[in-house]
């Protein structure tokens, strides 16, 4: 599996859009990448994954470059409530792969 | 749907002492995991079953066993718990496909004294 580089924290205000970002430089042809969000000490979330075009739903926005090296998750309208631990993984869609969640960005949203 | 359930939420072991964390899915997902998650760590995988039948070592299997009990049952077993076993303990599955989402349990809290 790649492996993924995030920040260990970010701040973003309430009301404001927050865009976190990755890194997988060594992320191969099959390999998605996913984004996972733990709130408090919760289990974590599913968010949004995509291969290599952009990806939108109601929760968030995914932004993979062309090269597919680096990716950005983007929460447009950041409430108080988007307050956790990001984790962005790649892995390929079979039942046999092991997913590696890294230590993830932590998003803290300001009122 | 219950989606994935964990029992117990809390316990307190001795070292040396032995127990089952159990988890079950009512989703009918193929795949099963079991991580641990460290005080301000991300999650460790433990074990991992891509399918009934099989289970596979994860990042961490060191101390632990696991069995597929069937499709929708996976649990974790501590043979001699020691205090570094001492963690937050999730379970999840997923069922391979278009979204490819994992569903995560509540966690299981445990202390070893």
């Known amino acids: 599996d790649a492996k993924t580089t995030q920040p260990p924290s970010m701040d973003c205000a309430e009301g404001r859009a927050a865009n976190l970002p990755c890194n997988h430089s060594t992320i191969s042809g099959n390999e998605y990448v996913y984004w996972y969000r733990q709130i408090h000490s919760q289990g974590p979330q599913y968010i949004i994954h995509g291969l290599k075009n952009n990806e939108t739903n109601e929760m968030a926005s995914l932004i993979i470059t062309e090269d597919r090296k680096s990716s950005t998750l983007i929460l447009p309208h950041a409430t108080l409530r ?27 949203i300001i009122p | 749907n219950a989606g994935v359930t964990q029992t117990p939420k809390f316990q307190v072991l001795k070292t040396g002492q032995s127990m089952t964390l159990q988890c079950a899915q009512d ?36 101390g632990y066993n696991v069995s597929r009990l069937n499709k929708r049952e996976f649990s974790l ?17 997923i069922r391979w496909g278009r979204r490819n989402e994992q569903f995560f349990g509540p966690g299981t809290r445990l202390t070893v004294l």
């Open chain 1, 82 to 108: 988007d307050t956790a631990v990001y984790y962005c993984i790649v892995s390929r869609p079979f039942g046999n792969e092991k997913l590696t969640f890294g230590t993830g960005t932590r998003l803290t």
């Open chain 2, 27 to 62: 989703m009918n997902h193929n795949s099963m995991y079991w991580y641990r998650q460290d005080p301000g760590m991300g999650l460790r995988l433990i074990y991992y079953s891509a399918s009934e039948g099989t289970t596979d070592k994860g990042e961490v299997p060191n």
């Open chain 2, 77 to 93: 077993r501590l043979e001699s718990a020691a205090p570094s076993q001492t963690s937050v303990y999730f379970c999840a599955s």
